[in-house]
Each structure stands twice: as C-alpha cells, then as structure tokens.
C-alpha cells in the first residue's frame, strides 16, 4: 500500500499547487520519450525494488557519505545530523515507490515540487526542523542522475528477469529520474525562464 505515516511525507497534502501544469507535464513526458510502456516497465521496476529499498538507500547514502562536499548538506559545522539522514531517508524510500506506482498527475506533480522547495532554501531543513546547509546546490542534483540511474541496474537484475526486461525497466526508470530532476530546477530558475 501507498498510505503512509512517515514523519514530513505529505504526498496529497502540500500547501501549494505546481507552478507547472499538466500540460507543461506531458510536453516534458514526450521530451524524455516517456511512453505507456515506459509506464508498465516503471511498475514492474517497482515490484523489483521496492522490497530492495534499504539496499538501495544504503548505496546512495554511501555515495553521499564518502564525499564530504556531498555530505555537507546534511550537515552543520561539518558534523553530519543523524536525524536529519533518518527522516529523508524514509521520505526518499517512499519517493522510489512514488515514482515506480503512481500515476504522474496533479498530485505527483504538486509533491515533485515541494521536494524541489525542499532542496531550495525556500524550505531546506524545515520539514526536520533541523540546522544544516541552507541550500542543496542545483549542480548536484543535476549530476546526481548518473549515480542514481546506474546504481539501480544491478538490483533491477536481482529477481530473475531476462536481461532485455532488465534493460527496459532500467530505460524506463532514467526516463523517470529525468523528469523529476528537471522538476526539481524550478525554484532554481528565474521566473519565466523555466
Ligand atoms: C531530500 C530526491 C539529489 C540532498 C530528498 C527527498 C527526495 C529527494 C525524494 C525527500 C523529499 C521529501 O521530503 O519527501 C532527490 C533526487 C535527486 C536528489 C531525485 C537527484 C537525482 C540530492 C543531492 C543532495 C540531496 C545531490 C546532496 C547531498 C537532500 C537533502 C534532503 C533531500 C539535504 C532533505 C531536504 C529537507 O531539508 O527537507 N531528496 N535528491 N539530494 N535531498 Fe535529495
């Protein structure tokens, strides 16, 4: 199930609708060559990762914990905060299976937003309630596509599929990573310049 109670996730709940509208949504879904199979593969990716989730959050929290200008977002005085690791490390788990499951309409889109606000120092560290880097770097994030896709080829492989699933589920969830990212700029960019 989708329902959750994880401390901060407010999927279907953000104050404030997406400045991107569903037709802008579906232009970008074109751009990136997102199909409906694309949509079927991402589900399939799901039943595939989902029950590998701490797997996959303990790649991508080693990767962020071995580079200290990575890690310094998580951090204040350069001494990293636990808390802060464990609450997103929960709400990111929820967001593997937001992207795998659900459909990208206006609710997806609204929350795709308040996690670029999140990384924004429009709400950095408010959810937590915690001091930390004011602000994720948009450089990162954007840079932050190649770990994120590639690290998730092996595990799409764990289940027994044939290579070429594999392959089609991996295709469609860098499409999907795509989208978000490029979601995720928009408090980053001027206005009208998005
Ligand atoms: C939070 C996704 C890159 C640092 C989150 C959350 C998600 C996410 C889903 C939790 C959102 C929620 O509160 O529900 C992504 C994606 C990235 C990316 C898709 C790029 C592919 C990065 C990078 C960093 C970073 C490179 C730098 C280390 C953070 C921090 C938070 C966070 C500090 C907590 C923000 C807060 O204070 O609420 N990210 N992230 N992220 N991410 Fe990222």
Not at 2 to 19: F, H, I, M
């Amino acid at each position: 199930s989708l329902e959750t109670n994880v401390k901060g996730y407010d999927y279907g709940k953000t104050a404030k609708p997406s400045p991107i509208t569903l037709k802008e949504l579906e232009l970008l879904k074109a751009t990136v060559l997102f199909s409906p199979t694309d949509e079927e593969n991402l589900r399939k990716a799901g039943g595939v990762l989902i029950e590998q989730a701490d797997a996959i959050m303990d790649i991508w929290y080693e990767l962020i914990g071995s580079h200290p200008h990575l890690l310094i977002y998580f951090s204040k005085n350069n001494m990293a905060n636990l808390e802060y690791l464990t609450a997103v490390r929960k709400r990111f788990i929820q967001w593997v299976k937001d992207v795998c499951l659900r459909p990208f309409d206006q609710a997806w889109l609204n929350y795709q937003h308040e996690i670029a606000l999140r990384h924004h120092s429009i709400k950095k560290n408010k959810t937590d309630e915690i001091e930390a880097a004011p602000i994720v770097h948009y450089r990162y994030i954007i840079a932050f596509i190649y770990p994120i896709t590639a690290t998730i080829k092996p595990l799409l492989a764990n289940k027994g599929h044939a290579p070429e699933e594999v392959e089609a589920m991996h295709q469609a969830w860098f499409k999907a990573i795509v989208l978000t990212v490029t979601l995720l700029a928009y408090p980053y960019v001027r206005t009208g310049e998005f």
